[in-house]
C-alpha cells in the first residue's frame, strides 16, 4: 500500500536557521516522490520531485532509499516560507499513478 | 491559463441532501484525483481515475460517488450528505508516465459545510 507519513505537524523556526521538514514513505516498488506547497489563500502546487533533482527557491530534498525518506530542507528558512508542505507519492502507471499525499507539515519562520 | 477548474467555491447543505461538485481541466491530462482536506489529516485522497471511463477509490471513498463524463471533466457526487463530509475539497490533474505522476494541478477548492 502506498502511504506517506510526515511526523510533524507543525514546524516553527526563526529567520535564518536551517529548516527540514520530515517525509517517510512505504511503497513497494520505485515510486515517484513530489514536494508540494500551500501558501496562504493560494493554490497548491508543486514545490519540487525527486527526479529532476533541482533546488527550487533554495530548498533541496533527496530521496534515500534505504530509508525510504525524502526529507525537504533548506540552509537558511525566510519569512516567506512560512507555508503548508504536504510530501506526496506516485506510484508507476500499471497501478493508476495513484498519488497520495502525507498530512503536511505547517511551516512558521518567525523574524 | 484556466487549468483546473472546480465549481462551487463554497456550498452549505443540509444533512441528507446531495450535491455534485464539478472540476474541468484543460491542459488535456489523463488523470485526475478529488482530495478533501482537514486539519490535521492532509489531502486524502477520495476516488481518482487514470484515464477516461476509468475510476478507482482512493482512501476515504465511503459517502461519495464519481463520474469521469469525458477526458476534461471529472464529478464527485454527495448522495446524502452528513456533517463528517464537511470538509474542503480539491481537484486536481496530471499526466501518467511509466513510472507515475507527472506535476499535478490543483482547482481552487470547495468549502462545504454539512449541518
Known amino acids: 500500500a502506498q502511504r506517506v507519513t510526515q511526523p510533524e505537524k507543525l514546524l516553527s523556526v526563526f529567520k535564518g536557521a536551517p529548516v527540514e521538514l520530515k517525509c517517510n514513505y512505504s511503497?513497494?516498488?520505485?515510486?515517484?516522490l513530489f514536494w508540494y506547497v500551500q501558501y496562504s489563500r493560494q493554490r497548491l502546487q508543486l514545490l519540487l520531485r525527486h527526479i529532476s533533482r533541482e533546488s527550487i527557491k533554495g530548498f533541496t530534498a533527496d530521496l534515500n532509499k534505504g530509508e525510504t525518506s525524502f526529507h525537504l530542507k533548506k540552509p537558511f528558512a525566510q519569512e516567506e516560507d512560512s507555508a503548508m508542505y504536504y510530501c506526496a507519492l506516485s506510484g508507476p502507471l500499471e497501478y493508476g499513478n495513484k498519488l497520495v499525499f502525507g498530512a503536511g507539515t505547517i511551516l512558521r519562520v518567525k523574524s | 491559463n484556466a487549468g483546473v477548474t472546480q465549481t462551487p467555491k463554497f456550498q452549505v447543505l443540509k444533512t441528507g441532501q446531495s450535491m455534485t461538485l464539478q472540476c474541468a481541466q484543460d491542459?488535456?491530462?489523463?488523470?485526475m484525483y478529488w482530495y478533501r482536506q482537514d486539519p490535521g489529516m492532509g489531502l486524502r485522497l477520495i476516488y481518482y481515475s487514470a484515464s477516461e471511463g476509468t475510476t478507482d477509490k482512493g482512501e476515504v471513498p465511503n459517502g461519495y460517488n464519481v463520474s469521469r463524463l469525458n477526458k476534461r471533466e471529472f464529478s464527485l457526487r454527495l448522495e446524502s450528505a452528513a456533517p463528517s463530509q464537511t470538509s474542503v475539497y480539491f481537484c486536481a490533474s496530471s499526466e501518467a508516465w511509466q513510472w507515475g505522476s507527472t506535476e499535478a494541478f490543483f482547482g481552487q477548492g470547495t468549502r462545504l459545510t454539512v449541518v
Open positions: 491542459m488535456n491530462h489523463n488523470s
Open positions: 511503497y513497494s516498488g520505485s515510486p515517484e
